[in-house]
C-alpha cells in the first residue's frame, strides 16, 4: 500500500473516513512512527532480506578512498565486475581489510601500494570505503550493502515493508493516533497489531534464503567497526 492507501486504511479502522477529529498530518506521524518501529523490527532481525541494495562505481587511478551511499548501514559485499554494464559479471569478491590500530592505514595486505584492489576496508564515521592496493587504473566497483529505510515522505511513497505486513502497520498507526482520545483509546488495535508483529518476525525469521554469495565475510557495520 502506499502512505494514501494506509491513511485510508488508518481512517476505516478509525471509523472516521474523512478527516475530522483525528487530522491527517496525525495520521501521517502515526503512520511514519510506525513505519520507523518496523523497520527498526527488521533491521534487528534479517536486514538482508528486506532492505539490501546495490552500488556501482568506477575507480580512479591513484584513488583509495570511495563514499558509500548515504544511506548505507552495513556493507555485506565489495566486488569488482568485469563490466559496469552487467552486475551478475563478477571478477573478484575484496576480502575484508583486517583490523588494525588507526596507525597502521598504510598496511597493504598484498605488499603492493599500487595495484587491482584485493582488499577494502569500510570506515564508519566517514561513510566510505579504502581498497587496497590503491587502483592503479579504471576498475569497476560492485557494492552490496544494507540501506536504512526512509520516510514516508509523500503519499505515493511504499513501505519496504512487505505488503502482506502493511495491515500492521496501519494497525499500529491508527492505535496511535487513538490516543488522542483517552476516553477511547484502541487497545484492541493495540492487541491486535501485537499479533500481527509476531507474525511478521517469525516470517522473516523463517526466510531461508541463501545469502552466501552476498556476505561470504560477514558484515561491515557503517556505524563503526567490523561485527
Given at each position: 500500500?502506499?502512505?494514501?492507501?494506509?491513511q485510508?486504511?488508518?481512517?476505516?479502522?478509525?471509523?472516521?473516513p474523512?478527516?475530522g477529529?483525528?487530522?491527517d498530518?496525525?495520521?501521517?506521524?502515526?503512520?511514519?512512527?510506525?513505519?520507523?518501529?518496523?523497520?527498526?523490527?527488521?533491521?534487528?532481525?534479517?536486514?538482508?532480506q528486506?532492505?539490501?541494495?546495490?552500488?556501482?562505481?568506477?575507480?580512479?587511478?591513484?584513488?583509495?578512498?570511495y563514499c558509500l551511499?548515504?544511506?548505507?548501514?552495513?556493507?555485506?559485499?565489495?566486488?569488482?565486475?568485469?563490466?559496469?554494464?552487467?552486475?551478475?559479471?563478477?571478477?573478484?569478491?575484496?576480502?575484508?581489510?583486517p583490523?588494525?590500530?588507526?596507525?597502521?592505514?598504510?598496511?597493504?595486505?598484498t605488499?603492493?601500494?599500487?595495484?587491482?584492489?584485493t582488499?577494502?576496508?569500510?570506515?564508519g564515521s566517514?561513510?566510505?570505503?579504502?581498497?587496497?592496493p590503491?587502483?592503479?587504473?579504471?576498475?569497476?566497483l560492485q557494492?552490496?550493502?544494507?540501506?536504512?529505510?526512509?520516510?514516508?515522505?509523500?503519499?505515493?511513497?511504499?513501505?519496504?515493508?512487505?505488503?502482506?505486513?502493511?495491515?500492521?502497520?496501519?494497525?499500529?498507526?491508527?492505535?496511535?493516533?487513538?490516543?488522542k482520545?483517552?476516553?477511547?483509546?484502541?487497545?484492541?488495535?493495540?492487541?491486535?497489531?501485537?499479533?500481527?508483529?509476531?507474525?511478521?518476525?517469525?516470517?522473516?525469521?523463517?526466510?531461508?534464503?541463501?545469502?552466501?554469495?552476498?556476505?561470504?565475510f560477514?558484515?561491515?557495520?557503517?556505524?563503526?567497526?567490523?561485527?
Amino acid at each position: 500500500m502506499t502512505r494514501n492507501e494506509l491513511q485510508s486504511q488508518v481512517r476505516t479502522l478509525l471509523n472516521e473516513p474523512v478527516e475530522g477529529f483525528y487530522l491527517d498530518s496525525e495520521i501521517v506521524s502515526a503512520i511514519n512512527t510506525a513505519n520507523d518501529l518496523i523497520n527498526s523490527i527488521l533491521l534487528r532481525l534479517r536486514p538482508e532480506q528486506v532492505f539490501l541494495a546495490y552500488a556501482a562505481a568506477s575507480t580512479v587511478t591513484g584513488q583509495k578512498s570511495y563514499c558509500l551511499p548515504v544511506d548505507t548501514i552495513h556493507v555485506n559485499r565489495v566486488a569488482l565486475l568485469n563490466t559496469l554494464t552487467n552486475p551478475d559479471d563478477i571478477k573478484r569478491i575484496l576480502l575484508p581489510y583486517p583490523q588494525f590500530n588507526s596507525g597502521l592505514t598504510t598496511y597493504s595486505p598484498t605488499g603492493k601500494d599500487a595495484g587491482e584492489p584485493t582488499h577494502f576496508l569500510g570506515r564508519g564515521s566517514k561513510k566510505q570505503i579504502d581498497l587496497f592496493p590503491t587502483p592503479d587504473g579504471i576498475y569497476f566497483l560492485q557494492i552490496a550493502y544494507d540501506f536504512r529505510g526512509t520516510k514516508l515522505n509523500t503519499g505515493v511513497d511504499i513501505p519496504a515493508l512487505s505488503e502482506e505486513h502493511h495491515f500492521a502497520l496501519a494497525l499500529y498507526a491508527a492505535y496511535l493516533v487513538s490516543l488522542k482520545n483517552p476516553v477511547e483509546t484502541r487497545n484492541d488495535l493495540h492487541d491486535l497489531f501485537m499479533a500481527r508483529k509476531e507474525d511478521i518476525i517469525a516470517s522473516y525469521s523463517n526466510w531461508n534464503d541463501n545469502m552466501d554469495n552476498i556476505s561470504p565475510f560477514g558484515l561491515y557495520q557503517a556505524t563503526g567497526g567490523y561485527r
